[in-house]
């Protein structure tokens, strides 16, 4: 079975500081990961996905496989990054399914 | 803009009375899926259309029910709500491949709420 972890329900940080949202995953196969992101009063929304290796609003996340993590790292936060934070995986193969962590809400303090 | 739309953002309902929630897409995706989402929780899958064909996850309960009658258009029945129903209810679309390769994001609605009384 997949799981994923978010272990923080809650960070704040301060403008300009580095954030990093962790995300850990268990899952047999080979995931896709990604991160969505939900501002306030907003639709949830795509941030990133680990297969494209971008950086979006300056936001980067790495897929390690050892660890099996997918953490979000950012090197200077914005307010405008506060909002809530989810982790999702699917599967590479088979039903097309997310299976998401339960968010982290982001607060960047001005 | 292409999008999602949910209808109605809000809706209340009595306990046990059928309600239904809608979606519609313009982006012509060929999958759609429902997600129930309780306070504080994860998005949780209940059901989703690869084309028109339904694939419900193994633990959503009988209560609940969908309709997919064309490619934008897909419906969440729920027979006899009851208060553990009360949740927000996302639609999310994306372009699937049969295989799983390939497959691109998904993209969500606003999402509904819904209260039972």
């Known amino acids: 079975a997949q799981r994923v972890t978010q272990p923080e329900k809650l960070l704040s940080v301060f403008k300009g500081a580095p954030v990093e949202l962790k995300c850990n995953y268990s899952?047999?196969?080979?995931?896709?990961l990604f991160w969505y992101v939900q501002y306030s009063r907003q639709r949830l929304q795509l941030l990133l996905r680990h297969i494209s290796r971008e950086s979006i609003k300056g936001f980067t996340a790495d897929l390690n496989k050892g660890e099996t993590s997918f953490h979000l790292k950012k090197p200077f936060a914005q307010e405008e990054d506060s909002a809530m934070y989810y982790c999702?995986?699917?599967?590479?193969?088979?039903?097309?399914?997310?299976?998401f962590g339960t968010g982290t809400r982001l607060t960047v303090i001005p | 803009d292409a999008m999602v739309i949910q209808n109605p953002r809000y809706q209340v309902t009595q306990f046990g009375k059928p309600v239904t929630l809608s979606c519609s897409q313009t982006l012509n995706h060929n999958v759609m899926y429902w997600y129930q989402q309780k306070s504080s929780q994860a998005p949780k899958l209940l059901f989703h259309y690869y084309d028109k064909d339904f694939n419900n996850e193994a633990d959503t309960p009988d209560n609940f029910q969908s309709r997919r009658p064309n490619t934008s258009f897909c419906f969440l029945d729920i027979r006899s709500p009851g208060l553990g129903d009360a949740a927000m209810y996302l639609c999310a679309t994306s372009r699937g491949y049969r295989g799983g390769g390939g497959n691109q994001p998904q993209h969500f609605g606003d999402g509904t709420r819904l209260s039972i009384l």
């Open positions: 999702a995986l699917r599967k590479k193969t088979g039903a097309n399914n997310l299976f």
């Open positions: 899952y047999s196969g080979s995931p896709e």
